[in-house]
């Protein structure tokens, strides 16, 4: 079980720092934007935060790289201490962001990278007015369908939620700051367009400090 980091909430970031929210239904390749961004010169000074869930690991994922894999009990102590920014129950999970490694990482003058779904973004709006949200969607729910099948990581029945899911955060995309289209087999340039939105978003608000 990997070790999440706790702490208080700290004080502000360093001017012109960003908190990011990167969401969009299950499908539609975050992850994989996220991997393509790790790898791309300007974001590698970036902290991409790792997500706490009570869910089960899938087969090649890695405690502490794809998320903090944690028991419902210690996942409960973390909420309830109020160590996670936001925590929601996702297609029957529990899900959270660790507040300390948000503000540590701000602190350091680092743009933070948070990848949760719509529910936790509004979450973290309400409390960050500063965050940036990005929606990640698919060029038709078409493809979203198919590339949810294509995965072959669900059962029937979890497919058949995560479908449903989907249709209601494709209708929330209004609330996000900027929604990007993540044509199929066009990853890298769904990252260089996410990344051009990070520069300009900087460069347009070089006073901004985030509090978390």
């Known amino acids: 079980m990997s070790d999440v980091a706790r702490g208080s909430s700290g004080g502000p970031g360093k001017p012109g720092t960003l908190l990011v929210i990167i969401s969009g239904p299950s499908g539609v390749g975050k992850d994989t934007i996220i991997?393509?961004?790790?790898?791309?010169?300007?974001?590698?000074?970036?902290?991409f935060?790792?997500?706490?869930?009570?869910?089960?690991?899938?087969?090649?994922?890695?405690?502490?790289?794809?998320?903090?894999?944690?028991?419902?009990?210690?996942f409960r102590g973390l909420e309830e201490a109020g160590e996670l920014l936001e925590a929601n129950e996702v297609h029957g999970n529990r899900y959270?962001?660790?507040?300390?490694?948000v503000a540590r990482a701000?602190?350091?003058?680092?743009?933070?990278?948070l990848k949760i779904d719509?529910?936790?973004?509004?979450?973290?709006?309400?409390r960050v007015p500063e965050a940036v949200l990005i929606?990640?969607?698919p060029p038709s729910e078409e493809a979203l369908v198919q590339r949810l099948r294509a995965r072959a990581t669900e059962s029937a029945e979890e497919l058949e939620i995560r479908q449903?899911?989907?249709?209601?955060?494709?209708?929330l995309q209004d609330m996000y700051d900027h929604v990007v289209v993540?044509?199929?087999?066009q990853v890298a340039r769904t990252a260089e367009h996410i990344e051009e939105i990070i520069a300009s978003e900087r460069a347009a608000h070089p006073e901004r400090q985030v509090v978390v």
């Not at 959270?96 to 490694?101: C, S, V």
């Not at 899911?165 to 209708?171: Q, T």
């Not at 993540?182 to 087999?185: L, M, R, V, W």
């Open 118 to 126: 719509v529910q936790g973004a509004q979450d973290v709006k309400a």
């Open 35 to 47: 991997e393509e961004l790790r790898g791309r010169p300007r974001m590698r000074a970036a902290y």
């Open 182 to 185: 993540n044509e199929t087999g």
């Open 96 to 101: 959270g962001t660790p507040r300390a490694e």
């Open 164 to 171: 449903r899911n989907a249709a209601v955060e494709l209708a």
């Open 49 to 74: 935060v790792v997500t706490c869930t009570t869910r089960g690991r899938r087969p090649g994922e890695v405690d502490g790289v794809d998320y903090h894999f944690l028991s419902p009990e210690r």
């Open 135 to 137: 929606f990640v969607v």
């Open 106 to 113: 701000l602190a350091d003058g680092q743009d933070v990278i």
